[in-house]
C-alpha cells in the first residue's frame, strides 16, 4: 500500500496474454483454426514464463484445444438433472465437455477476501486484480 | 475348422458373378420372387462367430498431432479468409502495442543514439505481431518485396499474412526486413530477430543486436 515505485513482476507477459484472450474471443466461432491457435498460445506462454491465469477465464477456455468457449457460437451450454446440478460445456471443435457444479453459495476461493495477502499499486494503475 | 465369407470384402466382379449364379439355378417361374442378399453372413456348424471390438472411446485431456490435423488445426484456409474480418484484430493489436511500448500521443520513441534505444527495440522484438500490418521493404526474395498485410499466424520461421485480396502468403522471416506501421510511428524490423518460437519469446534472454547483412 505504500507509495513505492515497484515495476510489475511479468506486466508484458499479462499484457501479451490478455491480447491473446481477446484475439481468440474475436476469432470464437468464426474461424475455429485462429481461435484454437490463439488461446493455445495464450495457454503456453503462460506455461513457459510460469504465470497463472485467472480462473474465471481460465474456465471460458477448452482443456484440450485451447478454443474459447463462448456459448451458442464455439460452444454449448446445457444443464444436466443429477443431484447437485451441472452446468455441462461442450467445446463445439473438439467435443470436449467440461462440468461445474451449481452452487450459488459458492465462491472460487480467488473471489474470496481471505485470499488477498497483500495489495500492491503500480503507478497509479492496480494490475493486482487483473490476472494473478 | 472355421470358414467365414464376409461377401463385404470381395470386389464387384466377384458379387455380379454370385448373383447370376444363383438366378441361373433358380427355377425361372420363382425368380420374381428372389431376393439376393449378398451382405448376409453364411456360417458353417461348430464354429464361433469373431467378437467384433467395440473401439474404445478415448477420455484423454490432450489431443494428439494426428488429432490436430484431422480437426484441420493446423491449416489456415488460404481463400476463405476475408481482410475485414481481421480488421478488428487489427484495431485490438493497436491498443495493446501502443500500450506495451508506453507510447502517448507525443512521445517519440528513442533513436539509434539514446542510451535506451537498446531496451526499447529489446520490447519491442519481444511483443507480440498477431494483427499488425506489415509490409516487406527488403528480402533475398525479390517477388516478395512490397508484400503487405495483417499478420494470421506467427511461427517460428515465417509470418502468415493476409493481404488486401484475401490471399494468405507465408513469408519467412530469416532473409526479409519488415516495416511495421503504428499510427504515425514507422518500426523497421530486422526479421532475423524475430526467429523465435512464439511461446517463448516473451521469456527468452535476447543478446546483443547485429545488424544482419542481406
Known amino acids: 500500500m505504500g507509495g513505492k515505485k515497484q515495476k510489475c513482476f511479468g506486466k508484458d507477459v499479462f499484457e501479451r496474454m490478455n491480447f491473446l484472450y481477446q484475439a481468440g474471443t474475436l476469432m470464437a466461432g468464426n474461424n475455429k483454426a485462429l481461435s484454437c491457435y490463439y488461446g493455445q498460445l495464450c495457454k503456453s506462454i503462460g506455461k513457459k514464463a510460469v504465470l497463472r491465469i485467472e480462473p474465471n477465464l481460465h474456465r471460458t477456455m477448452c482443456k484440450r484445444c485451447g478454443n474459447i468457449l463462448k456459448p451458442s457460437k464455439s460452444a454449448e451450454l446445457s444443464i444436466s438433472d443429477e443431484n447437485p446440478k451441472m452446468c455441462v460445456i461442450t467445446c463445439n471443435v473438439c467435443g470436449k465437455c467440461r462440468r461445474f457444479p451449481i452452487n450459488p453459495n459458492y465462491n472460487l476461493w480467488f473471489d474470496n477476501p481471505q485470499s488477498v495477502v497483500e495489495e500492491i499499486r503500480y503507478d497509479g494503475e492496480s494490475d493486482e486484480n487483473q490476472k494473478n | 475348422m ?186 523497421t524490423i530486422f526479421g532475423k530477430h524475430l526467429t523465435i518460437r512464439p511461446a517463448e519469446r516473451s521469456v527468452k534472454k535476447i543478446k546483443n543486436f547485429m545488424e544482419p547483412d542481406l
Open chain 2, 2 to 187: 472355421s470358414t467365414q465369407t464376409d461377401n463385404q470384402s470381395f470386389g464387384q466382379d466377384v458379387r455380379e458373378a454370385v448373383t447370376s449364379l444363383i438366378r441361373e439355378n433358380v427355377d425361372p417361374n420363382q425368380r420374381s420372387k428372389l431376393e439376393i442378399n449378398l451382405h448376409h453372413r453364411t456360417q458353417l456348424l461348430n464354429t464361433k462367430a469373431k467378437k467384433l471390438k467395440k473401439k474404445k472411446v478415448s477420455k484423454k485431456k490432450t489431443l494428439t498431432r494426428k488429432e490436430k490435423a484431422d480437426m484441420g488445426l493446423f491449416h489456415l484456409p488460404t481463400k476463405s479468409l476475408k481482410y475485414v474480418d481481421m480488421l478488428p484484430l487489427h484495431e485490438l493489436w493497436k491498443g495493446y502495442m501502443s500500450n506495451h511500448l508506453s507510447l502517448t500521443n507525443e512521445s517519440i520513441p528513442p533513436t539509434v543514439g539514446d542510451p535506451s534505444y537498446d531496451s526499447f527495440s529489446k520490447i519491442l522484438v519481444k511483443s507480440d505481431f498477431h494483427g499488425a500490418i506489415v509490409t516487406v521493404t527488403r528480402s533475398r526474395c525479390p517477388s516478395l518485396v512490397g508484400v503487405s498485410g495483417i499478420v494470421a499466424m506467427d511461427t517460428k520461421n515465417t509470418f502468415k499474412v493476409l493481404g488486401k485480396d484475401n490471399k494468405l502468403r507465408t513469408i519467412p522471416k530469416m532473409d526479409s526486413v519488415f516495416k511495421i506501421l503504428l499510427k504515425n510511428l514507422e518500426f
